[in-house]
């Protein structure tokens, strides 16, 4: 791990540049630890597939200082408890209509349209961290024969929903936005949501199963949506 200074209130802490869940789980750890030892104090807490964030407030007592807390800090005895997520299913459509990307892929890969649909909603995927848009839930898991580069010229208009996969990491586009990733399908669901009490249902370290559906279950699923009586399918986890 290396400690340094970002800016001039804030230390960033490094992992090994991997997406590994041992490495998310430290981080995770570690993040709660420094939540629960700072509570009063002014600071946030941001982090990314292998380091964490802290920016403080004017009154933190310098670099060295505050390292040497957050080192002592990390090497304490544990005492958080087995964590506890959620395992979310999510709907998915992998209709030629949605899958602007996937015939691409097939002939790239040298695989069927059912085969790679079925490689990618096999596997159980970890949410590592959420962004660059708010509800952007980046996915560990993408199995390896699946691996796609990103478009060496992003679209400017991605539909809401898109399901797509960027180098070994696979995602849902929350809404309308620009982006490089490749489209194989599309979700109903909404990923971000102001006016619920948790924008974003999803949290770092939970899981997402991705269930494929017709178009017609996906019209379906739609409207209830839109007519906020659909109840997303999970199940509590614990780690």
């Avoid at 804030?10 to 629960?36: A, G, T, Y």
């Avoid at 691409?104 to 069927?112: N, P, Q, T």
Wanted: overall charge neutral.
């Amino acid at each position: 791990m290396k400690y340094k200074s970002f800016g001039a209130h804030s230390i960033l802490v490094e992992w090994p540049s991997k997406i590994d869940e041992v490495i998310l789980k430290d981080i995770l750890n570690f993040k709660e630890k420094i939540l629960q030892k700072f509570h009063k104090q002014n600071i946030q807490i941001n982090h990314a597939y292998n380091s964490l964030l802290i920016s403080y407030n004017k009154s933190n007592k310098g670099f060295n200082h505050e390292t040497t807390l957050l080192q002592d800090l990390y090497a304490s005895k544990d005492t958080h408890q087995k964590s506890i997520f959620k395992l979310w299913k999510i709907p998915v459509c992998y209709d030629n209509s949605f899958a602007l990307d996937l015939e691409l892929i097939s002939l790239e890969k040298g695989l069927s349209k059912s085969k790679i649909i079925q490689l990618h909603s096999e596997p159980i995927y970890t949410v590592f961290f959420i962004g660059f848009l708010p509800g952007f839930l980046y996915l560990g898991g993408l199995n390896d024969q699946l691996y796609t580069p990103r478009k060496a010229t992003p679209r400017l208009d991605i539909v809401k929903g898109a399901v797509a996969i960027g180098g070994h990491q696979t995602g849902i586009y929350p809404n309308e936005s620009p982006g490089g990733w490749n489209i194989i399908g599309n979700s109903p669901i909404n990923f971000f949501d102001v006016n619920k009490p948790i924008p974003c249902f999803a949290s770092a370290g939970d899981k997402i199963k991705f269930i494929p559906v017709s178009i017609d279950e996906y019209h379906s699923i739609k409207k209830l949506v839109e007519l906020d009586a659909y109840e997303l399918e999970s199940e509590v986890m614990h780690g």
